[in-house]
């Protein structure tokens, strides 16, 4: 084996592998002590197939784990070092940051917000983020965030599935220079909705809104409300958030997570995966509209009382150096970002990073897509100078936190470029086939989850037949993530992506389902199918092929209002970067679109088994489609 990226941090303990080996249910009993309670639970376990309840009967507060514990030890440690697009900085210690939150919390009761309501959250990368799902936690009203970047019908989805009786947004929020009016996009997502009782507006970007009759300006009820507020006795299994992801089917589904066991996941994985210490400077770079922010930017180094830089724009805005001055700034310790983000930051090439002191660095992470083993290694190389680590975390929405990924904080083992390494301790994951059985080494199959973990998902909200369906039905009460692994023979993982119809692009989760009836629902297109090609810098971008309706003919115009139209229903995040009208699309005898085989004309494979197409003509069609429009944007060089 390769010992060469294997960066000792002096860490090796052996113990706790070994425990978590004996017994899982007995090793997560013993972390949850590491969590203030303010009862303890009765029993570490309860598991009746697919529903899993860890630490019953404890009392847990979330926010008070994440704020209060700090503060009173050291209320004056710094915990959010704030810097804006625009270069605006801010700073909020534990006991700032605590009063903020009581004050919002304060807000939200008179709002008329009580436990177990919903409160839909979409603001851009800024304190008042933190505070808010904090503020929510506290009075154990359930989450919601919405990435800024979906659309009013996205929102709108959303919202009605979660039933949200509050929505606290912005004005807008700053991206690439330009302002993005989250408020504008607020108004007509929720516009008839009348279980949505009030808007609570932060003025961010000062630029006008419009109120109407439900809406509340942040400043106008936080101001004055009180600094204290008494945090809700949980109960461990008491719903923290929704988190709407996307899947294989229609629309996105409201991953349901919990309290207890998802802080306790939180607390012991944020401490070996980077071997946190009191003095970092902890910088994440994820956005809070996805789980990683939710978990590594919120809920895990809070519960450490960790200092974190967290920027509100664009990495590459108003300069590709922008990350590494961040860095340098707040000489930075540790680093968690995406393969899309490096790929980025590599194609500006090396002169940019080097030009920075970079020497504060001491661990590098990666979460969210599998990284190509050429840009871990300029990782290591150009940012890390050969000293940092490179942990590369996989997990997932529902999973709650990592489940396999290097643990510096713990051991030192041999690194290898482009694998997330091993399982977490008190974590028993395998590779399996299509029945279940456990692959031999170096062969390709299903990751799977055998045993529950503290971290997992409750349900999804208000649909246990779809979670059972979704995660549980593949095989018997063993958790299908839906991602193709190998297992090396020393016991590596090597992430080779989804085995479904989910795609990653530049790291956001989308779902061909709901683009696909994102464009069926322009007046104009017929049926839809999509799917991803492999992109250099985003992993995947996003190929759509679409059939007209009868007497509609395809045009340069109707091409760009159809992108438009999906940046509109979906958001920006889903624009495909490639349109192609066929009369016809592949597909199954039982009339399914063949999505596999799309990919696979996309990408210029070989078509494998064609036998259960209905009419064999449909590939060419999609081939020749592809290859003429191939062509003609090679040759008008449009992108
Ligand atoms: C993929 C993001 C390879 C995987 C935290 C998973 C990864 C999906 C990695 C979940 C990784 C995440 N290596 N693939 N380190 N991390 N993935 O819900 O396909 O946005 O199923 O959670 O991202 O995406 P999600």
Known sequence: MDTKYAIGLGN???????????????????????LHWFEKWSKTLEWNPPFAKWFVNGKINASYNALDVTSQKNGKKTAILWEGEDGKKRSLTYQELLSYVCQVANTLKSLGVKKGDRVTVYLPMIPELVVSLLACARIGAIHTVIFSGFSSQSIRDRVSDSKSKVIITADGGFRRGAIVKLKQVVDEAISGLDFVEHVLVYEHTK???SMGKKDKKWTDLVSGASEHCEPEKLDSTHPLYILYTSGTTGKPKGVL????GYLVHLYSTFQWIFDIKESDIYFCTADIGWVTGHSYVVYGPLLHGTTQVMYEGTLVYPTPARIWEIIERYKVTILYTTPTALRMFMKYGDDLPNSKNLSSLRLLGTVGEPINPE??????????????PIIDTWWQTETGGALISPVPGLETIPLKPGSATRELPGINVAVVDDHGIELPPEKKGYLVVKT??????????????????VYWSKYKDVYYPGDYAIRDKDGYFWMLGRAD???????????????ESGFVSHKSVAEAAVCGIPHEVKGESIIAFLVLKEGITP??????????????VVGPIATPDQLYVVSKLPKTRSGKIMRRLLKSVANNEKIGDISTLEDEAAVDEVRNAFSELQKAIQESKVK
């Open 12 to 34: 090796n303990d052996v113990l706790t592998r070994k425990r978590a080996k004996e017994d899982y249910v007995k090793f997560w009993d013993e972390q949850a002590n590491n």
């Open 207 to 209: 630029i006008p809104i």
């Open 257 to 260: 997570h919990g309290t207890g």
């Open 375 to 388: 840009v871990w290694k300029w990782y290591f190389r150009v940012i890390g100078k050969e000293k940092c």
């Open 452 to 469: 529950p973990w503290p971290g997992m998902l409750l349900s999804l909200w208000n649909d246990d037949e779809k979670y059972k369906t």
């Open 501 to 515: 119809d989910v795609l990653k692009v530049a790291g956001h989760r989308l779902g061909t389902a709901e683009i």
């Open 555 to 568: 045009s340069k115009q109707l091409e760009s209002e159809l992108i438009q139209h999906i940046r509109k």
